[in-house]
C-alpha cells in the first residue's frame, strides 16, 4: 500500500507483516531531517554502520540528525566492498557496540549500499539477541531492493548470503537525493534490481522501464521516485504474504542462481550484484524459453534491457576446463536447492514466475549460450 503524507512529497509504501510492520519512505532530502527519527524507539545510543566512502559523504549529515534524538551517536565504519561482507567485518560493529557499552536498546542505523545494510541487520539480529535497526540505503539497488523485507547475511567463501537471518528494521528511509552522488556502474547495478520486477509481477511497469530506462540513466528524479516507489510496492506485496520464503517470495530470486554463481566463481566484488543479476536473468530468460515457458522474442525483449541499462549480458567463463561442471556445483549451494537439486526461478508466463528444477543438459545449453554470445 502507497500513501503520502499531507504535508510533503516523501511517499511511504507500507510493509505489512503483523507487528513488524513498518513504512518505507521515498522523497528528497530525508537523510539530514531530524524528524524523520523523532518517532523511533527511545534509546541512549545510535550506533550508525557505514564505509569509508559513504561515511564521507552522509556520516556527519545523518550524526547530526540524529543527536536530537540519541543522547549518544557512535559510527563504526566497515571496510568498503563485496569481498568484505564477511564474519571480519560483521565483528567490527559488535567490538564498536561493546567498547561503546551499548544496550539492548541501542538502536543501529545502516547507511551505505546493501553490503553495509546486508551486514548491519545481522549485527543487529543477533546482538543481545536482537536490537532494532533502521535501513538508510544510499545506492539505486538497496533502495529497490536490500533494504526492504528483513533478509541480512553475510557470505561464505562456498556460497553467497549463507549466513544471516530474517529481521525486519524499523523503517526504511530511500533518499532521493543521495543518488546523485552514485557512480554510474553502480546505478546501472541497482536497474537490473528494478527491470527484475517486471517479469516477475507486473508486465505494465516492463513497459513503462522500456519506455523510461534513458530518463532513469540520467537520473531524472521523478523517473527515480516512480521506479523506486513501484519496486518496493512490488517488494512490499511479496515480502507481505511470504516473510520467509517458504513460497512466493523465492520469486524476487529472478536471475540470481545463476548470478550467485557468477559472483562466488568470480570472486565476491569481481562482478557486481546487479551484474551478476542481470546477466543471470537473461540466462533465466533462455531457461524458461527452453523450457517452452516464454517465446524467444521475451528473451530478446529483456536482454535488450538489459543491455540498454549498461549491464553485462555474456556470462564469464568460470572454468576454462571444466565450465558447465563448475555452474553447476555453484548452483547446488545456492539456498534454494533441495537436496542438491538445483531449483530455478522462471518466467511463466510474462509478469509472472515459479520455480521448478530442471534437466542438467538444458541447464548446460543455457550456459554455453550464453558464456559464448
Ligand atoms: P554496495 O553496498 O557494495 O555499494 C556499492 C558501492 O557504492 C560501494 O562502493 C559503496 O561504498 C558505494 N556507495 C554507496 N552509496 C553511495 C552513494 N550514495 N554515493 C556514492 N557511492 C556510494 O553494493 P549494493 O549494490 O548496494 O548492494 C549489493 C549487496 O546487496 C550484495 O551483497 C547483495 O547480496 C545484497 N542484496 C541483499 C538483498 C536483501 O534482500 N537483503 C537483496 C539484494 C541484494
Ligand atoms: N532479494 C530477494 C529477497 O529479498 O527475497
Not at 89 to 105: P, Q
Not at 315 to 322: G, H, I, K, M, R
Not at 345 to 368: E, K
Amino acid at each position: 500500500m502507497t500513501s503520502q503524507h499531507p504535508d510533503s512529497q516523501t511517499q511511504w509504501v507500507n510493509i505489512d507483516l503483523g507487528d513488524r510492520s513498518y513504512g518505507i519512505a521515498i522523497g528528497a532530502n530525508l537523510l539530514g531531517d531530524a524528524a524523520n527519527y523523532a518517532d523511533l524507539p527511545r534509546a541512549a545510543s545510535a550506533m550508525i554502520v557505514t564505509n569509508p566512502t559513504v561515511a564521507a559523504l552522509y556520516g556527519d549529515r545523518l550524526a547530526n540528525a540524529l543527536k536530537s534524538r540519541f543522547p549518544s551517536v557512535h559510527t563504526v565504519v566497515l571496510p568498503d566492498g563485496e569481498s568484505y561482507k564477511n564474519w571480519e567485518s560483521l565483528n567490527l560493529i559488535f567490538d564498536a557496540l561493546l567498547a561503546n557499552r551499548c544496550d539492548r536498546s541501542t538502536v543501529l542505523f545502516a547507511l551505505g549500499g546493501g553490503v553495509v545494510g546486508d551486514m548491519t541487520g545481522f549485527a543487529a539480529a543477533s546482538y543481545m539477541r536482537g536490537v532494532p535497526f533502521v535501513q538508510v540505503p544510499t545506492t539505486l539497488l538497496a533502495q529497490v531492493d536490500s533494504s526492504v523485507g528483513g533478509k541480512t547475511a553475510i557470505n561464505h567463501p562456498m556460497g553467497k548470503n549463507m549466513i544471516g537471518a530474517f529481521y525486519q528494521p524499523q523503517r526504511v528511509l530511500c533518499d532521493l537525493e543521495v543518488l546523485k552522488t552514485l557512480p554510474d556502474r553502480e546505478l546501472s547495478a541497482g536497474l537490473a534490481e528494478i527491470i527484475k520486477y517486471g517479469p516477475i509481477a507486473d508486465v505494465s511497469f516492463m513497459d513503462w522501464l522500456e519506455a523510461n530506462l534513458d530518463a532513469l540513466l540520467a537520473r531524472d528524479p521523478g523517473a527515480l521516485a516512480f521506479a523506486v516507489r513501484r519496486s518496493c510496492e512490488i517488494k512490499a506485496w511479496v515480502v507481505g504474504q511470504d516473510e520467509r520464503e517458504s513460497g512466493v517470495r523465492a520469486i524476487l530470486n529472478f536471475g540470481h542462481t545463476f548470478g550467485h554463481a557468477i559472483e562466488a566463481g568470480m570472486g565476491y566484488g569481481a562482478w557486481l550484484h546487479g551484474e551478476a543479476v542481470g546477466c543471470g536473468m537473461v540466462m533465466a530468460a533462455r531457461l524458461s524459453a527452453a523450457l517452452g515457458l516464454v517465446d524467444q522474442a521475451f528473451v530478446e525483449r529483456l536482454a535488450q534491457l538489459v543491455l540498454r541499462a549498461g549491464l553485462p549480458l555474456v556470462a564469464p567463463v568460470l572454468d576454462e576446463q571444466n565450465n558447465v561442471d563448475r555452474y553447476l556445483a555453484l548452483m547446488r549451494v545456492d539456498k534454494k536447492a533441495e537436496a542438491g537439486e538445483i531449483k530455478f526461478v522462471v518466467i511463466d508466463p510474462i509478469g509472472h514466475a515459479s520455480v521448478r528444477s530442471a534437466p542438467d543438459a538444458i541447464v548446460a545449453a543455457v550456459i554455453n549460450a550464453s558464456c559464448r554470445v
